[in-house]
């Protein structure tokens, strides 16, 4: 058995989502998900075991990955062999071209048995597009005629669809900095987290160290050649932290933007922090933003948790190895149990 550690991005927009679910998605036309799409390209390798892909992070329909993480165990099917990691690239990209799937490999590793590309993740870094209206060409106009649920569509630009959200002005930059600013350190983020289910049997630790939360000028599609240049100024927001919580990024940014359009105060802000509750969250009225403009960006791992034993190959290929493949395969799985266990007892 040896464990690979795959590295990919995709376009978010036609998966529903990275991990495999049980529910249809009614609003896509494909609804395959990451970890489907790259299970299916590793059963070209003809592997002994079932190839089962463990992601770093989860990631929503519609939310795009620059550079995310999955881990997975194969074992070659002729005697002391393995597969070449370059091998395992090209063969992943090659399914993913001839199915038409926005999602490429970007490296393979092979790490060692006890590396779980999630618990050993150091921090994980989020970006979040926004393109803020300079004038609202459709100010004017009533509800009558032009209704809200059309306006995004109407002003975004052709080549950004579904890569970025467009705000409308006014939008204090200003106040989005000071407002991102007040996540920055250990805080309870109950309040900027999805409900949990009543029957969760392990619900996560919401207290979490953000490392940034800031807001930068960022750049359109093609730039200066940008048609809507004159009437769009983008931004980036960038939130980097070891774990975040299942809509965590997407109401932060909601709330920000909420305190720069002057619908939201600094103090209710610092008010949901200091009162970690969905009840906060709902009392505020405020929205979480849309998935299309957020990006995982980075998944950042330690060199000395991805560094072989010097005799590893030795081990693999060698025929008086003292375990076989099989033993090697529980012996990796129940480490990675054991460090997921003991992640969940450190975190609370």
């Known amino acids: 058995m040896v464990r690979y550690l795959l590295l990919f991005s995709y376009v978010g927009t036609r998966f529903s989502g990275s991990q495999r679910q049980a529910a249809y998605d009614v609003k896509r036309i494909i609804v395959s998900t990451v970890q489907d799409v790259i299970e299916e390209g590793l059963l070209k390798l003809r592997s002994r075991t079932q190839p089962r892909v463990f992601l770093a992070s989860r990631t929503d329909a519609g939310v795009h990955a620059l550079c995310s993480a999955g881990h997975v165990d194969l074992v070659h099917f002729a005697d002391n062999k393995y597969y070449h990691q370059d091998a395992v690239t090209y063969i992943l990209n090659k399914h993913c071209e001839d199915n038409d799937h926005a999602l490429r490999i970007l490296r393979t590793l092979i790490v060692p048995d006890s590396f779980n590309c999630r618990f050993n993740a150091k921090s994980r870094t989020y970006v979040y597009r926004i393109a803020i209206q300079l004038v609202d060409p459709l100010a004017g106009l009533s509800k009558d005629v032009v209704p809200p649920y059309t306006r995004k569509a109407s002003q975004t630009p052709l080549f950004e669809t579904d890569r970025l959200a467009v705000v409308s002005p006014p939008f204090d930059i200003d106040a989005a900095k000071k407002a991102c600013s007040l996540f ?13 289910a009543a029957d969760e049997l392990f619900p996560r630790n919401p207290v979490r ?20 240049k004159s009437n769009l100024e983008y931004w980036d927001f960038t939130f980097r932290s070891s774990g975040f919580l299942q809509r965590q990024v997407r109401r932060m940014v909601g709330t920000v933007i909420a305190v720069a359009r002057g619908k939201l105060t600094l103090d209710q802000v610092q008010y949901m922090l200091d009162n970690p509750s969905h009840d906060s969250w709902m009392k ?65």
Request: aromatic fraction near 14%; include cysteine.
């Open 184 to 196: 920055l350190g250990t805080h309870n983020f109950t309040s900027f987290m999805k409900k949990p």
């Open 209 to 228: 160290f953000m490392q940034v939360a800031d807001l930068s000028p960022g750049t359109g599609f093609l730039g200066e050649h940008n048609p809507f």
């Open 284 to 348: 505020m009225n405020v929205g979480h933003s849309e998935a299309d403009g957020l990006y995982l960006k980075d998944i950042e791992y330690d060199e000395k948790d991805l560094q072989l034993p010097s005799d590893y190959f030795d081990v693999i290929l060698n025929d008086r190895c003292s375990y076989t493949y099989k033993q090697r395969w529980v012996y990796g799985n129940l480490l990675n149990a054991l460090s997921g266990r003991m992640e969940q007892l450190k975190t609370g």
